[in-house]
C-alpha cells in the first residue's frame, strides 16, 4: 500500500509540472512547450522566463515546506504542530512588513534577505527561551506564544502605516507572482538541507516510541530533536523568504501523505514533499486560472485547501 | 555593387533617422530611451490610462482589476476598447507578454518587484503614481508625452490643464478648507495634503484641513479624529454603502462637527477622486468641488 501510491503520487506531480506550463492567462499546446523555451520563440517569455521558473519553484518550495511540517510534526509528536508554531514564518512576516513599512522606497530586491533575517532571529529567540533540553510542549508553547506577539507587531505596525497595507497584505498571503530565475537559484543553496532531512529518517522512527525506548535503542533525543527542528527552520525560513509565509502547507500536507503512505519516515518524508509540491502546483495552478487575467496570490488557495481541514482535525483530535 | 551601395545607403538614412528620433527621459530607475514611438502600449495603473487619454492615444492593455467602470468614463469614450491584463497589485505578465506591446508604462510603488521582468517583455517606463504627489503626477505625465513620441502635444494639454485648473480656481471661493476622504466599510481614510486629492485642491485656490501628521498621503481616521481635524468642507467618496461615514451619522459626536452642523458635507466619485489620479480627473474633480459651492448658495 504504502509504495504502491509512490508512482501515482510522481505520475500527479509530473502531470499538474505539464499543465501549470501549459495552462494560464494564455493557453499553449503542449506541443509549443518545448519551442517556447528557444529563444525568439513568441511563447518565449512566457514559458521560459515566467511559467518554468514559477513551476519549478512551486515545486520547490511546497516540497520543503510539506518536508519541514514532518519534521516538526516527526519531534514534536502533536498532529497540530506545523513550522508556524516555532514562529518562523511570522517573524519573517515581522520583519518584512517593518521594512516595507519604514523603508517603502528602499529597494525591493532586498525584501528575501530581510525576510530570512527575520525568520532565523525568530529561530533564535525561540532557542534562546527554551535552551536544547526543553520539552517540546515547552518549545510549541513558547513558539505560539512568540507567533502570536510577532502577528501583534504586524497588526501594529499595519495601523500605524495603512499606506502600505497593500504591498505588506499582499506579502504575507505568499504568492508566486513575479518571482523568476533570480529567486529560484536564491533558493537552490537550501536544496542541500533535504538530504539531511532525509537522512534523519530512521531515528525520527525511533522517537515516536517515546524518549525513553528511543534513548535506550541508542538515539541522542536532544540532539535529533535540534537537529530535525534547525532543518525545519531552514526549510521554512528559505521558502517564506521567498514566497512569503504560505499557509498551511505545512501542516496539511504531512497529514495527508500520512493517510497514504502511513507513519515511517523514510517513505513519509520524500512522499510528503510530492505531495507538497503536489498541492502548491495545483494551488498556484488554480490562482492563476481561476479567473485570468486576476492572479490570486497561492497562499489564499492554500489557505481554503488549509483550513478547513485545520478545523476538521482540531474537531476530530478532541 | 551600385545597387549594395544603394542598400547600404537605404539602411544609414534609416538609421540615422531612428537615431533622430531617439528620446531619452529620466524615470524613476533611471534613464530610459526609446528610438522609436510605441503603437502598442501596456499601463499598468490608471493615471498613465489618463496621461494617454490627455493627448488622444489608446493602450492596448490596462490593469484595470477587471473592472473596466474603474476607468473614468470620459477616458472610456476617449481610448476605446483594450485588454485587461489583470489587477494593479499583481498584473498578469503572461497576458502582457501575449499582447505584445512595443512600452510598459509601470508604476514604482506596485510594479518595482517585477521591473526586471517587465523589460524582458518590452522597454517599460517605470513612474510613481501611487502615493504620489498632483506636482509628481504632473511630471510623469509630461514624461509618458516625451516618451510616446507626443511631446508637442503633451506639453499643449499640460498648459490648457494649468488654464482649466485657474479657470476652475477662478468659479471657487478662496482659501476654503476642504478635507477629501474615501470611506470603506470600516474605515475612513483622509486624503492629507500630501495626497494627489490634496494637491488638487490646493491647485485649486482650496486650502487643506490640518491633519495633524502630515508624513502620509493618507491616514486612516476615526469619528473622533475626524472631529479634531474638524475640516469646513467635507468631501467623502464612499467605495461601498452603506460605508462608515453613513453609519456615523447617527452617532452624536458627528452633529458637533463644523461640516455637518453648516450642511458642508458632500458626496464625490471615490474612484475619480481617489484611484485616477490624472489630468483628467483633476478637471472633474474641480467641476465636482464647483457643484459642491454652488449647490449651497
Known amino acids: 500500500m504504502a509504495t504502491r501510491s509512490l508512482p501515482f503520487l510522481v505520475l500527479a506531480m509530473i502531470g499538474l509540472l505539464i499543465a501549470n506550463l501549459m495552462f494560464g492567462a494564455v493557453s499553449i499546446p503542449f506541443k509549443q512547450i518545448l519551442d517556447g523555451l528557444q529563444t525568439g520563440n513568441e511563447h518565449h517569455f512566457t514559458i521560459h522566463e515566467y511559467r518554468l521558473p514559477r513551476t519549478i519553484l512551486a515545486m520547490l518550495v511546497g516540497a520543503m515546506m510539506a518536508l519541514a511540517g514532518a519534521l516538526v510534526q516527526g519531534v514534536i509528536r502533536n498532529p497540530l504542530a506545523s513550522p508556524d508554531v516555532l514562529g518562523v514564518s511570522h517573524g519573517a512576516g515581522l520583519a518584512a512588513v517593518f521594512y516595507m513599512t519604514f523603508f517603502p522606497n528602499a529597494d525591493i530586491s532586498w525584501l528575501p534577505a530581510v525576510a530570512l533575517v527575520g525568520s532565523l532571529v525568530a529561530a533564535l529567540m525561540l532557542w534562546w527561551l527554551c535552551g536544547s533540553h526543553s520539552s517540546t510542549i515547552k518549545l510549541a508553547i513558547t513558539g505560539v506564544a512568540l507567533a502570536a506577539l510577532y502577528a501583534s507587531c504586524i497588526d501594529f505596525l499595519m495601523l500605524i502605516k495603512p499606506l502600505e497595507i497593500n504591498n505588506a497584505l499582499l506579502w504575507l498571503t505568499g504568492s508566486l507572482w513575479g518571482r523568476g530565475w533570480n529567486q529560484l537559484s536564491m533558493l537552490l543553496p537550501w536544496l542541500l538541507l533535504i538530504p539531511f532531512a532525509l537522512w534523519l529518517a530512521k531515528p525520527l522512527n525511533l522517537i515516536h516510541l517515546g524518549d525513553d525506548s528511543a534513548i535506550s535503542l541508542g538515539i541522542k533525543a536532544n540532539k535529533l530533536r535540534l537537529a530535525s527542528l534547525g532543518l525545519a527552520v531552514g526549510l521554512t525560513a528559505s521558502c517564506v523568504a521567498i514566497c512569503g509565509p504560505i499557509g498551511f502547507l505545512g501542516l496539511v500536507a504531512p497529514h495527508l501523505t500520512r493517510k497514504l503512505v502511513g507513519g515511517r519516515h523514510q517513505i513519509l518524508l520524500p512522499a510528503t514533499m510530492l505531495v507538497g509540491a503536489i498541492l502548491l502546483l495545483l494551488a498556484d495552478l488554480v490562482a492563476r486560472t481561476i479567473d485570468p487575467p486576476i492572479e490570486l496570490p497561492a497562499g489564499i488557495m492554500t489557505a481554503i485547501i488549509g483550513a478547513p481541514y485545520f478545523l476538521w482535525l482540531l474537531l476530530r483530535t478532541k | ?297
Open chain 2, 1 to 297: 555593387m551600385k545597387r549594395l551601395i544603394y542598400l547600404a545607403l537605404t539602411a544609414l538614412s534609416l538609421c540615422l533617422c531612428s537615431l533622430a528620433q531617439a528620446v531619452t527621459v529620466e524615470d524613476s530607475k533611471g534613464t530610459f530611451s526609446i528610438d522609436y514611438t510605441p503603437k502598442r502600449i501596456v499601463v499598468l495603473e490608471f493615471s498613465f490610462v489618463d496621461a494617454l487619454a490627455a493627448v488622444g492615444v489608446s493602450p492596448v492593455g490596462i490593469a484595470d482589476d477587471k473592472d473596466s467602470n474603474r476607468i473614468l468614463k470620459e477616458i472610456r469614450d476617449e481610448i476605446g476598447d483594450w485588454t485587461s491584463v489583470g489587477t494593479r497589485s499583481q498584473p498578469s505578465l503572461e497576458t502582457i507578454s501575449s499582447l505584445k506591446p512595443d512600452l510598459i508604462i509601470a508604476d514604482i510603488s506596485r510594479h518595482e518587484g517585477v521591473y526586471a521582468d517587465l523589460q524582458k517583455i518590452a522597454p517599460t517606463l517605470i513612474l510613481p503614481s501611487r502615493r504620489a504627489t498632483y506636482e509628481e503626477n504632473l511630471q510623469a505625465t509630461a514624461i509618458i508625452g516625451k516618451a510616446i513620441g507626443k511631446e508637442k502635444e503633451m506639453q499643449a494639454r499640460l498648459k490648457k490643464h494649468d488654464e482649466v485648473m485657474a479657470e476652475l480656481a477662478a468659479q471657487l471661493p478662496k482659501g476654503k478648507e476642504v478635507q477629501f476622504g474615501v470611506a470603506r466599510d470600516d474605515a475612513l481614510f483622509l486624503h492629507t495634503a500630501n495626497s494627489y486629492a490634496g494637491g488638487v485642491i490646493r491647485a485649486l485656490g482650496l486650502k487643506n484641513a490640518n491633519t495633524g501628521r502630515n508624513d502620509d498621503a493618507y491616514r486612516q481616521t476615526s469619528l473622533e479624529q475626524l472631529l479634531t481635524v474638524n475640516p469646513d468642507y467635507f468631501i467623502v467618496g464612499h467605495y461601498v454603502t452603506p460605508s462608515i461615514v453613513e453609519k456615523w451619522k447617527s452617532e452624536p459626536l458627528w452633529s458637533i462637527l463644523k461640516a455637518a452642523k453648516n450642511n458642508h458635507i458632500y458626496a464625490v466619485n471615490a474612484n475619480t477622486w481617489s484611484r485616477c489620479r490624472g489630468i483628467i480627473s483633476a478637471e472633474t474633480m474641480g467641476q465636482d468641488l464647483i457643484k459642491v459651492f454652488n449647490a449651497k448658495k
